[in-house]
């Protein structure tokens, strides 16, 4: 299936996505395919990418793995990018997709080939990744789905090194929201002006062709939902995966932040610097940070359902977010869930395509017969804190049945019903409620 199709019918439903880089060695390859094969059992997820490898270095390694990824059963999802390669090796590569049952690609213009500095086009190539948006289209119309890059904090290329003496209380507030430090102390920032060339060229992928956006790792999801929010007000509409980079090693960590500029919170560098000397404190805070942000993302409606795990071919940390959020992307008996049609709903029974039964609140028939609804997995999402009892102001405790970003609750108060027996439902500000202790 396209993984726009899979998207669309996740609109309301918390859903999983995995990465994985093709590795250099005949073992780490039967490896890889295994790890796939438990990732695939435990995990379920929604689509899984395998990279192209810098500078197109890995690119047959990439088709192997993609290939019997697709086999295992995932929905594969091929990575393709311009760097070190023809028109004709790109078009050979596409066609070995297809002709495999790969019907996903991430068009990406790719890295620069080790040890260069600089992105340089192959003769006759292409040049960047709307080009290859573009050459895909040509030669396939709407037969593969294309997922294109976005950087929340600028692409690297654009983000600029500040001077040591440089005055950042003079910086915008979206500017401030990007700025970045090094390990070796030095400052950087995707200026407003370049930021504004970064939206635009986006625009232009998705309007040549693109379906949905993946984004670059951040980790701060301030940054994430003020690019989703930019990206909206500019018109793009599609879908926009998060990128969550799973830490599970100090060096790693600095390197890839390094490397991509990108910006850490004081909280995230303080915590890791404490333990840096430590691998399994590091893994520790490693999968804490990920809770943390993975609950963010899925506590705002803005940002969407999806969190796409970069898993650097490992396990236990991506493991160790999903064991502790699991809670979040499953739906069981008698959990509180809200309906695309504005109702909330108690969940009577669960089939295993995800369909549920619901017992439709704030709704009754003559008599007072309770309304039951049967609807697929993109009709409904599970309701944070549902199911709660909180203590109100009025003297009266509240079972949650909603909570909006604000922290306002819907509430069906207790011990109290209409005539008929028809319950009472109160809609209550953070100030007027507290939570009962269990």
Known sequence: PKITDLLA???????????????????????????????????????????????????????????????????ANMHLTCTNASLESILAGLKTAYDGGIRNIVAL?????????????????????????????????????IAVSGYPEGHPNAITKLADDFDLSSLTEGEKLRLSKNSSGECFVC?????????????????????????????DAAVFKKFVSDCRSRGIMCPIVPGIMCI??????????????????????????????????????????????????????????GLHFYTLNLENCTYGILDRIKSRLEVGACEIVNTVYGLNGKVLEKRDDDAVALEIQGWTLAGG??????????????????????????????KVLEK???????????????????????????????????
């Open 9 to 75: 019918a996740h609109r309301h439903r918390p859903y999983v996505s995995l990465e994985f880089f093709p590795p250099k060695t005949d073992q780490g390859k039967e490896n890889l395919k295994g790890r796939l094969g438990r990732y695939y059992e435990n995990v379920k997820p929604l689509f899984t990418d395998v990279t192209w490898g810098a500078g197109g270095s890995t690119s047959d390694t990439t088709l192997d793995i993609v290939l019997d990824a697709h086999k295992q059963g995932h929905v």
């Open 109 to 145: 213009r790719g890295d620069p080939p080790k040890g260069e500095e600089e992105w340089t086009a192959s003769d006759g190539g292409l040049t960047c990744a709307l080009d290859l948006v573009k050459l895909i289209r040509e030669h396939y119309k709407e037969q593969f789905c």
């Open 191 to 219: 200026r407003d002006e370049d930021y504004e060339k970064e939206m635009d060229y986006l625009k232009q992928k998705i309007e040549a062709g693109g379906d949905y956006i993946i984004t670059q790792m951040f980790f």
């Open 248 to 305: 599970s090693a100090y060096p790693g960590f600095v390197r890839m932040t390094d490397f991509c500029k990108t910006r850490v919170p004081a909280d995230l560098a303080s915590r890791m610097e404490a333990v840096k000397d430590d691998k399994e404190a590091v893994k520790k805070v490693g999968i804490d940070f990920g809770v943390e942000l993975c609950t963010n993302l899925l506590d705002d409606d803005l940002t969407g359902a």
């Open 369 to 398: 017969q309770r309304v039951v609804a049967y609807l697929n997995n993109s009709s409904y999402k599970k309701v944070s804190g549902a199911g709660k009892t909180v203590s109100t102001i009025y003297g009266l405790n509240g």
């Open 404 to 438: 909006r970003g604000d922290e306002a609750l819907a509430l069906e108060l207790q011990g109290w019903t209409l005539a008929g027996g028809q319950r009472v439902v109160a809609y209550l500000n953070k100030a007027s409620y507290e939570k009962i202790a269990c």
